[in-house]
Every structure is written in structure tokens, then in C-alpha cells.
């Protein structure tokens, strides 16, 4: 069963700084995707970024971008120019084009420092 | 109209009553889903329905009946729940004529106590 993992449970950041949030996975398949999910406190859920298992090159969205490295299963988010309005429950997650379940990680939550 | 609305935001039931949990989309997308979250909990998965067909039961309890009635609704009937269903109840969307899996497109959620 293919299982997302996220080993961070908090992390702060100071406004304009950056950082990484961590996300390993685990899967049998060669064509999946990958996303990561923001969750601001009793907001809706919204997406991030989204990656192609099969494009090698790494997605990035503006101030987001992500560190896919398929050998070792690895997909991390970079947050560059922290901005007060990044505080959030961050969610790895993963999804096949077969069954098209939307696996989530535990969560990182975010604490964007002033 | 990029929303996916979800009512009521929040209901307290007891035990034994029937209740009902509301979903509506109108991007025109064919495939809905069913989240349960607890808090400080990922979004763990429940149903989802493709092209009004149920295609992913992810073994929930009978007490939770879903029933997609059109493409732009999808319900969840609720019956004879336990204080431990308490949680918030998501529902979101997804466009199927990409082919891959994209955006899931989610409500702001129901939040769920059972007394």
C-alpha cells in the first residue's frame, strides 16, 4: 500500500526567510503525482504545487517550488520570501492515475514568524 | 466559478437522530469525494464517486450512506452515529477530462459533533 510520510510536525520560519518541508512516500507504481496542500486554520484546503511523477524537472509556483527526487522517493517544498499569510497545516499527498485515491501525509504545520 | 460549497458548516446530533451533510460543485466536474478529518489529522478518505457511481468505498460504516442524486451534488446521510464520528467532513472535486489525477477542489468542510 503506498503510504506518504511526513516527519516534521512543526515548523517555524522567520518572515522572508525560506524554508523546506519534508515529504517521503512510498509506492510500487512508476506513474504517479505528487502535490502539496495548504490548510490555513479554518479554511478551506487549497492546492499548492503538483508534480508529475515522469517530468524530471521540478515544479515551481512562484514562491513555491519542490525538490522531486524519484530514486529515493523523496518531495520536498521550498518556501522562498516567507510571508505572514504562509502560516498553515501543510499536507504532502500522492495519487495514481489508476484508482485516482488522494493519499495524504500527516502534516506540517507552519509557523511564519515577525 | 471555481467553489465547491458544503452545508451546514456545522452540526451537533445525537445519537440517534438522521442527519444529512450537503455537497454542491458546478465546474462541471465527474468525480466527487468524501473526507473525514479529525483534528491535527491528514484528510483520511471515505467514498468517492465517479461519473455519479460510487467507485471507492474505503469500508465505512454502514452508519454513513453517500448518494450522488447529479453530477453537481453529493450527499452523505448520516444515522445512528458514535461520539468518535465527531471530525470535520470534506468534500471535494475533481475535473476528469485530464486523464490524470489533477486539483482536488475542496469545501470548507462540515464540522461534525456527535453527542
Known amino acids: 500500500a503506498q503510504t506518504v510520510t511526513q516527519s516534521q510536525p512543526e515548523m517555524s520560519v522567520q518572515e522572508a526567510e525560506t524554508v523546506t518541508l519534508s515529504c517521503t512516500y512510498d509506492?510500487?507504481?512508476?506513474?504517479?503525482?505528487l502535490f502539496w496542500y495548504k490548510q490555513p486554520p479554518s479554511r478551506q484546503m487549497i492546492l499548492v504545487i503538483r508534480q508529475e511523477a515522469y517530468k524530471q524537472q521540478n515544479a515551481t509556483e512562484n514562491r513555491f517550488s519542490v525538490n522531486f527526487q524519484k530514486a529515493a522517493k523523496s518531495f520536498s517544498l521550498k518556501i522562498s520570501d516567507s510571508q505572514l499569510g504562509d502560516a498553515a497545516m501543510y499536507f504532502c499527498?500522492?495519487?495514481?492515475?489508476?484508482?485516482?485515491?488522494?493519499?495524504f501525509g500527516t502534516g506540517t504545520r507552519l509557523k511564519v514568524l515577525a | 466559478d471555481t467553489e465547491v460549497t458544503q452545508t451546514p458548516k456545522h452540526l451537533v446530533m445525537g445519537m440517534t437522530n438522521k442527519k444529512s451533510l450537503k455537497c454542491e460543485q458546478h465546474?462541471?466536474?465527474?468525480?466527487m469525494y468524501w473526507y473525514k478529518q479529525k483534528a491535527k489529522k491528514p484528510p483520511e478518505l471515505m467514498f468517492v464517486?465517479?461519473?455519479?457511481?460510487?467507485?471507492i468505498n474505503e469500508s465505512v460504516p454502514s452508519r454513513f450512506s453517500p448518494e450522488c442524486p447529479n453530477s453537481s451534488l453529493l450527499n452523505l446521510h448520516l444515522h445512528a452515529l458514535q461520539p468518535e464520528d465527531s471530525a470535520l467532513y470534506l468534500c471535494?472535486?475533481?475535473?476528469?477530462?485530464?486523464?490524470?489525477?489533477?486539483?482536488?477542489?475542496f469545501g470548507e468542510g462540515s464540522r461534525l459533533t456527535v453527542l
Open positions: 465546474m462541471g466536474h465527474r468525480a
Open positions: 471535494a472535486s475533481r475535473n476528469t477530462g485530464t486523464g490524470t489525477p489533477g486539483e482536488l477542489f
Open positions: 509506492t510500487s507504481e512508476s506513474d504517479y503525482y
Open positions: 464517486y465517479s461519473y455519479e457511481k460510487l467507485s
Open positions: 499527498a500522492y495519487a495514481t492515475s489508476g484508482t485516482y485515491k488522494y493519499i
